[in-house]
C-alpha cells in the first residue's frame, strides 16, 4: 500500500507540475462545450433571406411578415428582379430567396391554389435542406389558417412532436460526443503517453527492478487520470445544466457509473497501446488515429451512423465511443435506465476486459 | 560453491532466444562487499546476463542465486534485495531532490520515519542541503548522477547491480563517483558494475571479460594483465575482444 500511495503521490507531482497541460486537460471539456454551445451549431436561427414579391397583395405581404417574424429568418432584402437574386446568393448576403409570382392572391382566390418558389443555397446541403423545411411549414401554416372557414373534401394533418428535445437543440446530441471526446483525450492519450514518458526516460526499467509488481505501476498510472476525469465529467454535466439548460433525464448515479466504465475502458486502451510502443511520438499516433479519429467519425456523434455504407458501419461496432455516446443520450437525454442500456453497458464491459487482458498479456510477454 | 560469503553465485547460466544464444553457459561468483567488474563488448551478452541476475529474465538453463536467492523462483525476495542504477538517467527531472528521494524509498516500501531520517542523512553527506527543493532538472550532470547513486542504495540493498553508470561524465566526477562506491562497498554492499571505461575496470577487486556470450577471462584486474603480459585493463580487453566473432549491438 505504501508504495502504491508513493506512486500515485509522485503521479500527482508529474501532473500538477507540468501547469499547461493540466490547464488544456481541464480546461479543453470547458472550452468544447462552450464552443458547441455557442459557435458551432447546426441549428437554424435568424437566417437572412431575401423577397422577390412580383404580386406585392395583402396575402404576399402577411406571409413575407410570417416568415421575418418566425426565429428561423430575417429578412434582410426585397428584391425586384431574379438578377439580384443571383447577385445577393453570390454576395453571401442572404441563405434562401422567396419568389411570389405576380398574380399570387389572384390565383388564391380563383383557383384556389398558388404557387411560391423558395431558392436556397445549397453549398451547405443540410442548411439548404433546413431552412425549405422551415420555410414551407410556415406557408402551411398560413394556409391553414385562411382555409379555416372553407371546408376542404379531404385534409390529411401532419402533427408533430418532437420527443425528448422538442426545442430541437444540438446541446442535446453534442454533449455526450463532447464527453465521449475529452474521456477518451485524457484517458488513452495521456495514460499511453505517461507509461511510454517513462520507458523513454529509463525509469521504467528501475520500476521493473523493483519490488513494485507490474500491476500497482499500471494501476498507479491510471488513478490520477480517472480523477481527472471524474472532474471532467462533472464540470461538463454542470455545464450542461446550468449553462446550456440540457436537463439530465435519467438517473445521475447510472450516468457517472457508465461513465466511469467508459474511462476505465479508455484507460485500458491507453495501456496497451504503451505495452506496444516505445516512444512518446508513435504512442500520440496511435492514440490519435486508432480511438480519437474514430470517435468523432464513427460514435455518430458528427455523422448519423444509419446513413454509412455497410462497411463503416460494422466498423463502427468496435469504437467503444459510439457504445457511451448511445449509453449516455438514452440515460441523459431519454431518461431511460439500466434495463434499457444493459446490452450496451454489457458490450463495454466486454471491451475492457479484452483491452485489459491483451495488455496484461503484452506487459508479460514484455518481461520475459 | 555457496558459502555464507557469496553475495552472486552463477553456474552455467544460459539464455537463448530462439537459435541465438545470448548468454552461453557463464559460471562466477562475487563475495559480498567486492568491487566486481563485468566487462564485455557490445552485444557480448553482459545487459541480457545482468536482467537475469535482476529478476527481470526467467535464464533458459543453469543455476543462480542472488542474495542467496534462487533467480528462477524467488525473483520477488530478489528485487527486494538489490538496488539498480541503468545508463540512461534515472531520476525525475520534474520532481525535487527530495520528492525523488521519497518516491523510489516509497516503492521499496520504507516506512516515512526511515525516509525522513536517512533523507536528512543524505542531503548532509552529498551537500544537497540547499538544494532539497529544487528540480532535479537544474542540477548539474555530476550531481544528478551521484544523487542516482545514492538513491539506488537508499533502501539499503545487499547488491546494487550499475550499468554503464559513469556513461557521459566528465573525469573529475567519475573519480569522486568511484569514492561513493567504495565507500559503498566498505558499508558491506556488494557491487556489480558494466563500465565501457578500462579505467575504472582498474578500480575493481576482480574483473570478468565476457565474449560472444561466455566469461573468456576472470580474475583481479592485476593478474589478468599478468596471464596477458600487457600493462593495462586496456591491453587486456582488446586482446579478448579482438576474437570476437559476434557484431556489437
Known amino acids: 500500500m505504501k508504495q502504491f ?18 490547464f488544456i486537460l481541464l480546461g479543453m471539456p470547458i472550452m468544447q462545450i462552450l464552443i458547441f454551445g455557442f459557435a458551432l451549431t447546426n441549428e437554424v436561427k435568424n437566417s437572412q433571406i431575401a423577397i422577390f414579391d412580383q404580386s406585392n397583395d395583402l396575402s404576399t405581404q402577411a406571409l413575407s411578415s410570417e416568415l421575418d417574424a418566425s426565429r428561423y429568418f430575417d429578412i434582410v432584402q426585397y428584391i425586384h428582379s431574379y438578377n439580384e437574386i ?11 430567396a422567396v419568389v411570389f409570382p405576380a398574380n399570387f392572391a389572384n390565383d388564391l382566390d380563383h383557383f384556389n391554389t398558388a404557387q411560391v418558389q423558395l431558392i436556397a443555397d445549397a453549398s451547405d446541403p443540410n442548411v439548404a435542406n433546413t431552412l425549405t423545411n422551415y420555410a414551407t411549414a410556415i406557408i402551411l401554416d398560413y394556409q391553414d389558417r385562411i382555409t379555416n372557414n372553407r371546408r376542404l373534401p379531404y385534409t390529411i394533418n401532419t402533427e408533430m412532436r418532437m420527443l425528448y428535445n422538442p426545442q430541437l437543440k444540438g446541446a442535446y446530441s453534442f454533449v455526450p460526443g463532447v464527453m465521449a471526446m475529452v474521456l477518451m483525450l485524457v484517458c488513452t492519450l495521456m495514460t499511453a503517453i505517461t507509461i511510454v514518458r517513462e520507458k523513454e526516460l529509463g525509469t521504467m526499467e ?13 494501476a498507479a498510472k491510471a488513478v490520477p487520470y480517472l480523477l481527472l476525469s471524474i472532474v471532467n465529467i462533472t464540470s461538463i454535466l454542470l455545464l450542461s445544466v446550468f449553462v446550456l439548460d440540457v436537463p439530465i433525464n435519467g438517473s445521475l448515479l447510472l450516468l457517472i457509473f457508465e461513465s466511469i466504465l467508459f474511462t476505465l475502458t479508455c484507460l485500458a486502451f491507453g495501456l496497451l497501446i504503451s505495452t506496444r510502443t516505445d516512444s512518446q511520438q508513435t504512442a500520440m499516433f496511435i492514440a490519435l488515429t486508432g480511438m480519437f479519429l474514430p470517435t468523432i467519425m464513427l460514435s455518430g456523434f458528427m455523422f448519423p451512423i444509419e446513413n454509412m455504407p455497410l462497411p463503416l458501419r460494422i466498423i463502427s461496432n468496435v469504437v467503444p465511443a459510439k457504445w457511451f455516446y448511445y449509453i449516455v443520450k438514452e440515460v441523459m437525454i431519454k431518461g431511460l435506465g439500466i434495463t434499457s442500456v444493459w446490452k450496451e453497458t454489457l458490450i463495454l464491459f466486454g471491451m475492457l476486459l479484452l483491452l485489459l487482458g491483451l495488455s496484461i498479456r503484452n506487459f508479460k510477454i514484455r518481461l520475459a | 560453491m555457496i558459502t555464507d560469503n557469496t553475495a552472486i553465485y552463477a553456474e552455467s547460466l544460459t539464455k537463448r532466444f530462439g537459435d541465438f544464444t545470448a548468454v552461453d ?13 563485468f566487462l564485455g563488448a557490445n552485444g557480448a ?38 538496488g539498480y542504477m541503468s545508463q540512461k538517467f534515472s531520476l525525475y527531472e520534474d520532481l525535487t531532490v ?9 516503492i521499496y516500501g520504507k516506512s516515512d520515519a526511515f525516509i525522513k531520517e536517512k533523507t536528512a542523512f543524505l542531503l548532509r553527506e552529498l551537500h544537497l542541503e540547499a538544494e532539497e527543493n529544487k528540480l532535479v532538472r537544474s542540477l548539474p550532470l555530476g550531481w544528478k548522477q551521484k544523487l542516482a547513486f545514492s538513491v539506488a542504495i537508499f533502501h539499503e540493498p545487499e547488491i546494487v547491480f550499475l550499468d554503464e553508470p559513469t556513461g557521459g561524465v566528465d573525469p573529475v566526477t567519475r573519480r569522486e563517483f568511484w569514492n561513493m562506491i567504495y565507500k559503498a562497498a566498505e558499508s558491506g554492499i556488494t557491487i556489480f558494475v558494466t563500465t565501457h571505461y578500462m579505467d575504472e575496470a582498474e578500480y575493481c577487486n576482480r574483473v570478468s571479460i565476457m565474449v560472444d556470450g561466455r566469461i573468456d577471462a576472470l580474475d583481479t584486474p592485476g593478474q589478468l594483465k599478468k596471464t596477458f603480459n600487457v600493462s593495462s585493463m586496456d591491453e587486456v580487453f582488446l586482446k579478448l575482444a579482438r576474437q570476437a566473432k559476434r557484431s556489437g549491438d
Not at chain 1, 86 to 96: L, P, R, T, V
Request: net charge positive; hydrophobic share 40%; charged share 25%.
Open chain 1, 86 to 96: 443571383e447577385a445577393a446568393f453570390k454576395k453571401g448576403d442572404i441563405k434562401m
Open chain 1, 206 to 218: 528501475i520500476m521493473l527492478v523493483s519490488p513494485m509488481q507490474p500491476f500497482k505501476i499500471v
Open chain 2, 25 to 37: 553457459a557463464i559460471s562466477f561468483d562475487v563475495k559480498k562487499g567486492e568491487i566486481f567488474g
Open chain 2, 98 to 106: 527530495r520528492e525523488n528521494i521519497r518516491f523510489y524509498a516509497g
Open chain 1, 5 to 22: 500511495t508513493s506512486f500515485v503521490r509522485k503521479e500527482f507531482h508529474h501532473i500538477l507540475r507540468d501547469k499547461r497541460t493540466l
Open chain 2, 45 to 82: 551478452g553482459k545487459t541480457t546476463a545482468m536482467r537475469m541476475l535482476c529478476g527481470l529474465s526467467i535464464p533458459t538453463s543453469g543455476k543462480a542465486s542472488v542474495a542467496g536467492f534462487d533467480v528462477y523462483k524467488q525473483t520477488e525476495q530478489i528485487k527486494r534485495n538489490i
